[in-house]
């Protein structure tokens, strides 16, 4: 098969490869100050009834200018969007909360409102999503559907393996303020 192929050219060409579809043996987490700690793992491991803290990142993403003012971002570079992997032994229920823990702020401060997003996905096709807007915190609960395509779950999730992206949309907003920090973190749990 396809693995097989691809495990003779590597063989051909000397290169010894111990890396699976979820990155766990990766080891490059960037160069840059500050944001190679939220790279790494891949994948976070995601246990039903624990809580994970996990961090975006929009270091390697944000221009400035020559006073150092931030100018923009696209959302779309490395550490801007984070991986969850959950995998399920048997149909479940579920619901998934994300909450900014601690709640960003600038630097006199004051505090400023993320906007945490939840993309889940199995076997590659999207079956949930959390893109409620709401300041802070995201909840998709089992059968969620607001309507509009933004927010939508399935009653009950199937046995198997699960990834789940998540961002802070304030990231890629046209309207993020100039002291949004780049690092925010969210509290993530499945129950």
Same mark, same amino acid.
């Given at each position: 098969?396809?693995? *097989? ?16 579809? +979820? ?9 840059? $100050? ?29 221009? @400035? ?7 923009? *971002? ?8 984070? @991986? ?23 630097? =006199?401060?004051?505090?400023?409102? *993320? ?12 079956? $949930?999503?959390? +893109? ?11 059968? $969620? ?11 009950? @999730?199937? =046995?198997?393996?699960? $990834?789940?992206?998540?961002?802070? +949309? ?9 002291? @949004? ?11």
């Amino acid at each position: 098969g396809k693995n *097989s192929f691809i495990n003779s050219l590597l063989l051909a060409e000397d290169i010894t490869s111990d890396v699976d579809i +979820w990155g766990s043996m990766e080891t490059n987490a960037g160069a840059l $100050a500050g944001v190679s700690a939220d790279v790494l793992p891949v994948y976070t491991d995601l246990t039903l009834g624990a809580t994970v803290n996990i961090c975006v990142n929009a270091g390697y993403d944000a221009y @400035y200018d020559d006073a150092g003012v931030r100018l923009s *971002s696209d959302g779309n570079k490395l550490a801007d969007y984070r @991986y969850l992997r959950l995998d399920l032994s048997a149909d479940t229920a579920i619901t998934f909360e994300m909450t900014a823990n601690p709640t960003p702020e600038d630097g =006199a401060g004051d505090t400023l409102d *993320s906007d945490p997003d939840i993309q889940i996905l199995k076997d590659g096709a999207l079956i $949930a999503r959390g +893109w409620s807007g709401t300041a802070n915190s995201e909840v998709l609960v089992p059968g $969620a559907d607001d309507g509009t395509g933004y927010v939508f779950a399935p009653s009950t @999730y199937s =046995a198997g393996t699960y $990834a789940l992206e998540i961002n802070d +949309w304030m990231h890629e907003s046209d309207s993020i303020p100039a002291e @949004y920090p780049e690092r925010v973190c969210f509290d993530f749990t499945a129950n």
